[in-house]
Structure formats: structure tokens, C-alpha cells
């Protein structure tokens, strides 16, 4: 396996561009199954989870014609199967997302149940319930989602999420559009890259209001046709690149992005001592070489802090100047880059779902594995500012989500480069 290997003590000083975002590509890629006209889409990242999306709809038979700037005309009219294999689904938990616009549109789905991953259980049972209220039906066994419509139309239905699920509002907003009657989705996830989708989906022609808003409205329509749609960019890659130069007392500006649907992450870095410039497409960070403060935060779904950024700003606090609380509220099991982190010295105690910890003014460097991807991302940032070597191991993980993560970070002026396995 890879590995990356650090050496840790330069302020990161720079200009970087942020790519598509992953969890608003991996949604539309998939809407691309509710028409069967071509879906033209721009600004993907180069990732491994966009491969491998495009390996399950080919495994469906589906082809995808991928551009010289990674644009993909998806067309799923020559489906030929309706299955998604488990050797897909357990390296990527979103393939879930096959499974609503598949069964609207085409009455059938078979889809390999995610198993869980290092940061929970990770069930898909409010995907299946609200399916199921749409009049699907549907049986789970050997390790599948089995599921039909008997030939008819999903029927619009009156959807309360009990909890905040992004991919479960995204497959249920997809497979109302095509249902009969009209479809309600309350306590809906509010994450921009919802927004994202249900703008995609509107480009094609669905009757889509609410998006945003805990409340989603779809009025189901006959078909809909293609259209060709620009990815939003990552906030995710935006926060990390941010908080990896705040950690490192640097500066940086971060093109290509959108500062509108940061602002909690903004404002915890500005908490920290950060001054923050935003344009229309950039934001700008800089510490003038000050260490940054402590600052305490609770992670919760949009606009609240997002939980992808937990394991970020964990280690930007380890090296902080006070002690402070990590409150993890969206997923049981996201600390398993702070036992990691202590082995290169930080002073964190987990007590449940919170982290207290006491910021050190330096980390000393070590050997580290990577269990999920954000966790991946923050072991490179606690590496950045130890003053000896850190080899993170298990970087398949950071490969699913950030690309070309360690060239970005050597134009900024870090010193980390890949040992092939
Ligand atoms: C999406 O995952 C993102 N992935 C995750 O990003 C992100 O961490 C998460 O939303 C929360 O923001 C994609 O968009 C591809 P959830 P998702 O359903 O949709 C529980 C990354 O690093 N739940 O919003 O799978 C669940 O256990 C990844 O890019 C149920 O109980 O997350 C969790 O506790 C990691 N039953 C909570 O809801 C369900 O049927 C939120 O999960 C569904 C979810």
C-alpha cells in the first residue's frame, strides 16, 4: 500500500484550486440513470469514488464516454442489468445512491447492502422505509437489496426522515421525480451538495421545490430528458487546505470554490485567530506566523459544523495555544484518527462522543495508519507541523477523496512526497 511521508515544520504558503465536489458528483452521476438521454458532466474530480461510479454503471451495462478534462456523457438507455455488486458497493458505501433513481425509472434494482465503515453502522434503513412508502417492494437477503415496483409507478408519498441523512434525501429526492403524484420529504438534509443534485435534476426537467430547506417538495413527471451540469466545488477539500495552512501558521488562498456555504467552518478558523478574506470564488487565510487558538465545536448536519471537517480541525487544536471539547453528534465512531494522534503526542482524551483536549505547541512525527478518509487527511495535517518525519500509512483512503492531494500540498511548500508500495 502507499504511503506518505512527511516532514513536517514548513508554513504552508500559497495558491491551490479546489476540485468538483466528490459528494455532489457521486449524487449526479447516478441521476444519470433517470433519463435516457445523455447526461454531460463537468468539473468531476479526479478520484478514485468517481472510477469507481463509473465502474457500477458500466457493470449495468451503462457507458460513459469520460472527456480530456474527465467531462462524462453518461447514458444509461443501454442498461442491460439492474444489479449492483458487492464488490463494488463495499469500497464505496454511495453506490446506495443507484438504487432510487434505478427502481423509478426502471421498476427494478438489486443493490449489494453497504456494510458499515470505521466511522459507524452506517445503516440505510430510512433509505429503505421511505422507498417503501413510495409503494416499492422490497426484500433484504443474502447481503442484497431486492427491489421492484411490479411494473407500476412509485407513488408520491408524505416522507419524515427520523434523522438528517444526505444520501437519504438525495435517493428519495431522485426517485419521487419520476413518481406519481407529489412527494414530501420533511426533516430533509439542507448539505449544499443536496442543493447541487436537486439543481441537476431540475436542469432535466423534474419539479423540484424546498431544496435547502428542511422541507423538499417533488411533483412527479413523466420523464425526464438530459442536460449537461457543472459539479459545485468541494467545501470539504476547501476547509482541509484552509485548516492545513491555519495549523502551520501559514497563508493561503484557495480558488474555485464558494465561501457562501463554508461559514461555519470560516468562522471556527476566525475563532482561531485567522484572518479571513472571501471574493466571489476564493477565500484567503492567513496567521502572520501566530500559533492558533483553542477553539471548541460540535459537529452537527448543515449549516451546523460539518462532521467531515471533525477530524480536520482535531488536529489544528492539538497543536493549539488552551484546551477545549470535539463534540462528534452525526456518526459513533469518528475518533479514530485521535488515538493516532496521541502516538505523535497529542494530548486528547475521548470521553463518549466528545474529545478534550489540551493544544501542545508541536507534535513529533511517527509512523501513522489511516482508517477513513477525512481521518486520512487529518494525520497529513498533524504531520505538517511535527518537526521530524511521519509516514501515514493506508492512503488509499485520502485517494478517494482528494486529488492529487501531496503535489498541492509540495506547491504550497510542505515537504511530503508518496512511497509506492
Ligand atoms: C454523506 O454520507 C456523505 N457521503 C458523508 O461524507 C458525510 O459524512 C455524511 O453524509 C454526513 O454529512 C456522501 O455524500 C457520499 P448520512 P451518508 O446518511 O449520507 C444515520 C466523506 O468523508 N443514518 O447523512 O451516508 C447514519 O448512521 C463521507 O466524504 C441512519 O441511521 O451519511 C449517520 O449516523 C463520509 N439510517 C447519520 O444518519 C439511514 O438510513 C447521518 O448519515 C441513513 C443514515
Not at 464505496?92 to 427502481?103: F, K, T, W
Not at 459507524?120 to 427491489?147: C, D, Q
Not at 496521541?342 to 493544544?359: H, P, S, Y
Amino acid at each position: 500500500m502507499d504511503k506518505l511521508v512527511i516532514q513536517g515544520g514548513a508554513q504552508l504558503n500559497g495558491e491551490i484550486r479546489i476540485a468538483g465536489a466528490k459528494n455532489s458528483a457521486l449524487p449526479i452521476m447516478a441521476a444519470a440513470l433517470l433519463t435516457r438521454d445523455v447526461v454531460t458532466i463537468g468539473n468531476l474530480p479526479h478520484l478514485f469514488d468517481i472510477t469507481t461510479m463509473l465502474e457500477l454503471l458500466g457493470c449495468m451495462g451503462i457507458e460513459s464516454v469520460v472527456g480530456e478534462k474527465l467531462n462524462v456523457e453518461i447514458n444509461s438507455s443501454t442498461i442491460k442489468r439492474f444489479n449492483a455488486p458487492y464488490d463494488l458497493v463495499k469500497t464505496m458505501r454511495a453506490s446506495i445512491l443507484v438504487l432510487g433513481p434505478m427502481l423509478s425509472h426502471y421498476g427494478e434494482a438489486e443493490v449489494a447492502l453497504p456494510g458499515g465503515c470505521a466511522i459507524g453502522s452506517r445503516p440505510v434503513n430510512l433509505h429503505l422505509a421511505a422507498l417503501k412508502k413510495m409503494g416499492a417492494k422490497i426484500i433484504v437477503e443474502n447481503g442484497y437489496i431486492k427491489a421492484n415496483t411490479n411494473g407500476q409507478r412509485l407513488k408520491g408519498a408524505h416522507i419524515f426522515m427520523d434523522i438528517v441523512t444526505v444520501t437519504g434525501t438525495e435517493n428519495i429526492m431522485m426517485a419521487a421525480t419520476l413518481a406519481t403524484g407529489q412527494t414530501i420529504i420533511e426533516n430533509a438534509a439542507r448539505e449544499p451538495e443536496v442543493v447541487d443534485l436537486a439543481l441537476c435534476l431540475r436542469a432535466m426537467g423534474a419539479d423540484i421545490s424546498g431544496e435547502g430547506s428542511a422541507t423538499i417538495t417533488i411533483n412527479g413527471v413523466e420523464r425526464l430528458h438530459g442536460c449537461q451540469y457543472q459539479v459545485m466545488p468541494d467545501r470539504i477539500e476547501t476547509g482541509t487546505y484552509l485548516i492545513a495552512a491555519a495549523a502551520t501558521r501559514g497563508r493561503i488562498k484557495v480558488k474555485d470554490t464558494r465561501p457562501s456555504i463554508l461559514e461555519s467552518v470560516l468562522s471556527k478558523l476566525e475563532e482561531a485567530g485567522a484572518q479571513i478574506d472571501i471574493g466571489e470564488n476564493w477565500i484567503s487565510l492567513d496567521m502572520h506566523g501566530q500559533r492558533p487558538r483553542a477553539v471548541s465545536l460540535t459537529t452537527a448536519p448543515y449549516p451546523a459544523f460539518p462532521t467531515d471537517m471533525q477530524a480536520q480541525f482535531t488536529a489544528l487544536n492539538a497543536i493549539a495555544d488552551g484546551s477545549g471539547s470535539i463534540t462528534e453528534t452525526v456518526f459513533e465512531n469518528r475518533f479514530m484518527h485521535i488515538h493516532e494522534m496521541n502516538r505523535m503526542g497529542a494530548d486528547l482524551k475521548v470521553e463518549g462522543n466528545t474529545v478534550i483536549f489540551r493544544g501542545v505547541p508541536f507534535l513529533k512525527g511517527a509512523p501513522v495508519m489511516a482508517t477513513d478518509l477525512r481521518a486520512s487527511a487529518s494525520l497529513i495535517i498533524a504531520g505538517l507541523v511535527c518537526e521530524s518525519e511521519t509516514v501515514v500509512d493506508r492512503i488509499y483512503h485520502i485517494d478517494r477523496g482528494y486529488e492529487c492531494i501531496e503535489e498541492k500540498l509540495q506547491s504550497l511548500g510542505a515537504k511530503i512526497r508518496r512511497l509506492p508500495s
